[in-house]
């Protein structure tokens, strides 16, 4: 149903990228800001804009479960921000955390790690990656930079999808959130910039034997139900990482969640730490740039 869904302003506001000496950030600020607006737009009475945003929602979905009035703050919980029944069962889940061992095991790895404190100083950065390193003239995500730091000390570099490297993340993710950093991507050279518009483009083109986009399901499909899961948003999607999912009885970086999707596309998945991912990720990121960093946290 889902990839019926005709496709919406938000990307043909997502245009021709326009740069000038001290604006390599203005195209993807015109897209953000496009983002919040529509979002905002679409969950403001989903009863009334069904027929624009809901067609195929049931009717227990767009008057009662779907929650009315969310504003871009909201969003730093995905689909939680407008999933009334989603959110009532996330709010028992964590009452008790299932990834409080995995911030211990984190913090534990920040200090006896060598080279990883003398690389990350002060830990609570994950708001401010991906980046796009113009000496390397590439992104570069948090996973890669801990992975080049760990290689500069001499050590063997980790798994970017779980185990030591989501450990070490959630420990960045809740320093971050204890210190009420937000997400702060930038785009400061027009290298940067086109990195950033290959990501978008990645983002928004069909892909995989479905001939889905990630944006058919997580802009002009989110708040839309599949089988039981209500479709989350692209606005917040990278806050709350790494996360610990019901379905992976453990905790996972969001390449690791960007592979399953790719998956679940019917598209053989890019690898973790390429640079088609890295500058998807990089595009995903710069789209949630002022919402609170939220993670870890826990999603089915």
């Keep these: 149903m889902i990839g019926k869904i005709v496709t919406t302003s938000v990307a043909v506001l997502m245009g021709v990228t ?3 000496a001290g604006s390599f950030n203005a195209q993807a600020e015109k897209d953000r800001q496009a983002l919040v607006k529509y979002m905002e737009k679409k969950f403001a009475d989903p009863e ?3 027929a624009q945003f809901f067609p195929y929602a049931t009717d227990e979905d767009v008057k009662t479960n779907l929650k009315k009035g969310v504003k871009f703050e909201d969003f730093r919980m995905g689909s939680y921000a407008f999933d009334k029944i989603g959110r009532g069962q996330y709010e028992e889940i964590n009452e008790m955390p299932p990834y409080e061992d995995n911030i211990d095991a984190g913090e534990e790895l920040y200090n006896n790690t060598k080279g990883i404190k003398k690389c990350f100083p002060d830990p609570a ?22 992975n080049d730091c760990l290689k500069a000390a001499g050590q063997k570099p980790w798994k970017l999808t779980k185990g030591k ?12 959130k204890e210190a009420g ?8 050279s027009k290298a940067a910039a086109a990195a950033y518009e290959r990501g978008k483009k990645y983002y928004y083109s069909q892909r995989g034997y479905l001939k889905l986009s990630c944006a058919t399901c997580h802009v002009q499909g989110s708040g839309n139900r599949v089988r039981k899961e209500v479709l989350s948003p692209l606005l ?5 990482f790494p996360v610990y999912r019901l379905k992976w009885q453990g905790l996972g970086t969001l390449e690791r969640r960007i592979k399953g999707c790719e998956k679940n596309q019917g598209e053989n998945p890019h690898k ?13 990121a710069y789209m949630s740039n002022g919402l609170p960093v939220d993670g870890p946290d826990i999603r089915r």
């Excluded at 994950?126 to 890669?144: C, I, N, Q, R």
């Design 181 to 188: 950093k937000k997400v702060d991507i930038k785009i400061q």
């Design 18 to 20: 326009v740069l000038s």
């Design 125 to 146: 950065i994950a708001g401010e990656y991906p980046k796009f390193d113009d000496k390397k003239g590439k992104v570069v995500t948090l996973s890669l930079a801990i």
């Design 165 to 176: 490297m989501a450990d070490l993340e959630a420990y960045f993710a809740a320093k971050s």
């Design 236 to 240: 917040g999607h990278t806050t709350h």
């Design 48 to 50: 009334k804009s069904r």
């Design 272 to 284: 973790p730490g390429s640079p088609w991912m890295s500058e998807m990720l990089y595009f995903m």
